[in-house]
């Protein structure tokens, strides 16, 4: 009963932001006359679609993590199709929209003739960088091929949710997804600096005043081409309390910051507390006997 009642709520989850993404972009194009799911780089990238159906399967990804349901196979179709099933969403909102605001006596067409001449009569506009944009006439023939686009956007922007929430990481012993209890990030200016903290950083035991004053200093090097910074957070399982504290290296190329090697996720012993350490540099209270 219990699962039944979860998966639900999941499902419940999913369809509210699903509805919400389309009631959201049916008011951007009344409001504006634009609509977000047009939006296409390089001609053939739908951007605007990725980014909305990774808002519509979203209801799934926090519904999961707040229930700790894993990825299954069911799961995945769900994300996938909700995701894809909001452009239907969205054209049922403008049809009901327009048939509710047409002049008393007007002929109402159809749902499906009404979607072919909207696509086929909207227009199509063309903007490139430093030129001013271009109205390139009614989309015609090509109305379909763009409905297909901003389909196979929403699907994958679907799938974009999916992989995310398989790669939130879960306590192997419980299955439950970890909660984050610290975060921290520190900046070095070279291998040395970082060296002599991060190669030193589990030298103490994890319950010492020398760890937490170790691990609660902040390091802020100046902000320049091969910076290095270190990203930490202390995870726990929200049932057996196990921690594990995960860090990312990552490199200032000039223009942004590239992940490199030597990351790590390293396992606390059974009932010691790091958060506090990490967070104020105060060592934490140890639950082990």
Request: overall charge negative.
């Amino acid at each position: 009963m219990r699962r039944l009642m979860e998966a639900g709520g999941l499902v419940m989850a999913g369809l509210a932001t699903a509805l919400g993404t389309a009631i959201l972009v049916t008011a951007i194009l009344m409001l504006t006359g634009w609509d977000p799911l047009s939006l296409v780089v390089k001609a053939i990238v739908p951007v605007g679609a990725i980014g909305c159906g990774a808002l519509a399967a979203s209801g799934y990804y926090f519904g999961a993590k707040w229930l700790h349901q894993e990825v299954t196979k069911a799961l995945l179709f769900q994300m996938v199709a909700t995701a894809a099933a909001t452009l239907l969403l969205y054209y049922g909102l403008v049809y009901a929209l327009v048939i509710a605001t047409a002049p008393v006596g007007t002929p109402l067409p159809g749902f499906g003739e009404f979607l072919d001449r909207w696509l086929t009569q909207t227009h199509v506009y063309q903007s490139l960088s430093h030129q001013p944009t271009v109205d390139l006439g009614e989309a015609g023939g090509d109305a379909y091929f763009n409905a297909i686009l901003e389909f196979v956007g929403l699907t994958i922007g679907g799938l974009w949710v999916v992989f995310a929430l398989m790669r939130q990481p879960a306590c192997p012993a419980c299955g439950k997804y970890l909660r984050v209890l610290a975060r921290k990030q520190d900046l070095f200016a070279d291998d040395d600096s970082l060296a002599a903290y991060y190669h030193h950083e589990f030298d103490h035991p994890v319950d010492s005043a020398e760890f937490a004053r170790h691990v609660g200093h902040r390091h802020k090097a100046p902000l320049r081409p091969g910076t290095i910074r270190v990203s930490t957070q202390v995870l726990a399982c929200p049932t057996c309390s196990t921690q594990s504290v995960e860090e990312i290296l990552s490199l200032n190329d000039g223009r942004e910051w590239r992940e490199a090697d030597g990351g790590r996720s390293v396992d606390v012993p059974a009932g010691a507390d790091v958060a506090s350490a990490y967070r104020t540099g105060q060592p934490g209270v140890s639950s082990a006997a």
